[in-house]
């Protein structure tokens, strides 16, 4: 088989002829650091890995020239540079609309980018993004160019429109995630609303998306995870919006990964319930998840495919060559063993030595089905 093969089928719930073995966004900072700044693809086809490609030019709040360039005439985003320390970079951005100004700030480092200040202060703010902001367009040129390139090496991750895919983790990124929580209690229905808007955004975007080689669609976030709200409040304020999400990409003909960073205790049957096709990232205790991806994956029953498990830092960066051989046996035969299964890192990795990464693809590599 090839990757591309072998991944559709683990993803399709069947047995390919072996595991597929792959990472999790591979993050610039790794390859330019490490692998002397070459392409994602690039570094999957060195390490023998099964290529799993993100094309996300829909997220917004962490790239400056995406907020800016997403300005029309009622939405006007200038982005301010505070500090341009590479380890502490600040940037300011105002979003200027008919009705009134959003600020909001984030600070960065050579890693990743966090939000320090959020867009929605007041409620009425939201409507602000409800009349004003826009709501870009799948670019199905870059796409498929994208799909070309990577041909049989791997498939082609796409993403929705917004910070975070789903409704709930994308409101998390424009308010503080306490303030989100303890508003269900005090004003559902203005949380309801919010929810409502990006909602409304994110299918538009979806039509746009009619077409688009896409082998999979990332969906949900950790933001929607039960290490933060409650199994109650992610049948309330997730599931509705996810199955809405999900119906409306099943209809363009895309699968579904639905993404927790491992929090999916108590969460189980609403996650089969949105309507994906896959979960990811079945993150361990050991790196931040709240069950082991073997738990999971027994309250799943098959129902889903099922991506990740690997801990990135303690297993892949820290372990000796041995225990991530044994790690990677121990996923295959206790998550694996009858496919539906893509053994994955758990999540981002930064300063992890090459070597290491090489003893992971070989290890997963060898786990050959009968």
Not at 7 to 14: E, F, I
Not at 103 to 127: F, H, L, S
Not at 206 to 232: C, N, Q, W, Y
Request: glycine share 8%; with cysteine; charged share 25%.
């Amino acid at each position: 088989m090839t990757s591309r093969q072998r991944l559709l089928t683990a993803l399709d719930r069947g047995k390919p002829d072996r595991l597929p073995v792959t990472v999790h966004q591979w993050q610039p900072y790794h390859r330019d650091v490490y692998l002397g700044g070459i392409s994602e693809l690039e570094a999957c086809r060195r390490f023998g890995l099964d290529a799993q490609v993100q094309y996300s030019e829909f997220m917004t709040y962490s790239k400056e020239e995406a907020s800016v360039a997403a300005s029309t005439a009622e939405w006007r985003v200038e982005a301010a540079v505070l500090s341009r320390d590479p380890e502490r970079r600040v940037v300011r951005y105002t979003a200027t609309t008919p009705g009134g100004r959003l600020t909001w700030m984030t600070e960065g480092n050579a890693k990743t980018t966090w939000v320090v200040e959020y867009p929605v202060k007041r409620d009425e703010d939201i409507e602000l993004i409800a009349k004003y902001q826009p709501v870009s367009r799948c670019d199905r040129d870059e796409v498929a160019a994208l799909a070309a390139a990577v041909g049989e090496d791997g498939i082609v991750r796409g993403f929705v429109w917004g910070d975070q895919a789903g409704c709930w983790q994308h409101a998390c990124c424009l308010v503080d995630a306490n303030d989100l929580i303890l508003a269900t209690f005090d004003k559902p229905d203005w949380v309801r609303r919010f929810l409502d808007i990006l909602l409304e955004k994110k299918l538009r975007f979806v039509e746009s998306m009619k077409g688009a080689r896409f082998d999979l669609v990332e969906a949900g976030g950790g933001a929607a995870s039960s290490t933060l709200i409650s199994p109650a409040l992610h049948a309330e304020f997730c599931l509705p919006y996810d199955r809405a999400l999900h119906r409306a990409l099943r209809d363009q003909g895309f699968r579904i990964v639905y993404h927790t960073c491992g929090g999916t205790l108590g969460i189980e049957e609403s996650i089969v319930a949105n309507g994906c096709h896959a979960s990811e990232t079945l993150a361990p205790p050991s790196i931040g998840g709240n069950q082991e991806p073997w738990e999971f994956a027994a309250k799943i029953q098959g129902r889903l495919a099922l991506i990740g498990g690997l801990d990135q830092h303690r297993v892949l960066t820290e372990g000796e060559p041995e225990l991530i051989r044994g790690k990677v046996r121990e996923l295959f035969e206790k998550v694996g063993p009858d496919g539906g299964y893509i053994l994955s890192l758990s999540d981002h990795f930064f300063d992890t030595p090459p070597d290491k990464l090489a003893v992971y693809a070989e290890a997963g590599r060898s786990c050959v089905y009968r």
